[in-house]
């Protein structure tokens, strides 16, 4: 594998469910995102790991848990979700340094909420 | 706030119609800018960083340019394969990330 990997690429799930979805990055990067992308809107950034500590979460709802457990990967565990989280959910990494870093995206999830 | 304006929304070309697309930034203490091209339905593909005005970047028929409030992208004789959003992000001094709406590009045969 190379890069960064997700997995499941498509999930259908009803508002009582829980589910997880998993990133990993195969590419030695200390820093990894979570970030939401819906239709016409702007990429929004829900969470960021740097050197596995959670470095921001940006209001985002009790709902969305995530847990990274070593630099390689992330977790988003999902329960009880509403339809408005339907949407595509990228996690992307990057090497933190003192210069800006670029970040690189994993294929992302389409997360559909009945 | 940090803030990035991106321009045009969506941009229709004909094959070979050399253009520019817009990336107007409002940031405190710039770390760089980023150019992504996002296909439908994948995740964003990095193309460029550009950490200071009077930066300029090239891959094939891409030319990333920078200056103190703004950044292009310009695009010679764009191919139908060139068709994607493209995204602009700059990351603050702070470290956190803003991207742009980005710009839909159709280059038409």
């Known amino acids: 594998e190379t890069g960064v990997t997700q997995t499941p690429r498509h999930l259908v799930m009803g508002m009582t469910n829980k589910k997880s979805l998993k990133c990993e990055q195969h590419?030695?990067?200390?820093?990894m995102y979570w970030y939401k992308q819906s239709a016409k809107k702007p990429l929004e950034l829900m969470f960021v790991y740097n050197f596995k500590e959670q470095t921001e979460n940006n209001s985002v709802p009790s709902r969305f848990s995530p847990e990274c457990p070593n630099s390689s990967h992330l977790f988003l565990h999902l329960h009880t979700l509403q339809p408005e989280d339907s949407a595509l959910y990228l996690c992307?990494?990057?090497?933190?340094?003192?210069?800006?870093?670029?970040?690189?995206f994993g294929p992302g999830t389409r997360l559909t909420v009945l | 706030e940090d803030q990035v304006t991106q321009s045009p929304e969506a941009l229709r070309l004909q094959e070979g119609e050399s253009s520019s697309l817009n990336c107007s930034y409002t940031v405190s203490g710039l770390r760089g800018l980023f150019w992504y091209r996002q296909d439908p339905g994948k995740g964003p593909e990095f193309l460029f960083t550009l950490y200071s005005a009077g930066e300029e970047k090239e891959k094939e028929r891409l030319k990333a340019t920078l200056t103190k409030k703004e950044s292009f992208l310009h695009i010679t004789a764009p191919k139908p394969e060139d068709s994607a959003t493209y995204l602009c992000a700059v990351q603050a001094r702070a470290g956190k990330s803003t991207f742009g709406d980005g710009t839909t590009l159709t280059v038409k045969p």
């Open positions: 992307a990494s990057s090497q933190e340094g003192t210069g800006g870093r670029e970040q690189f």
């Open positions: 590419l030695g990067h200390n820093a």
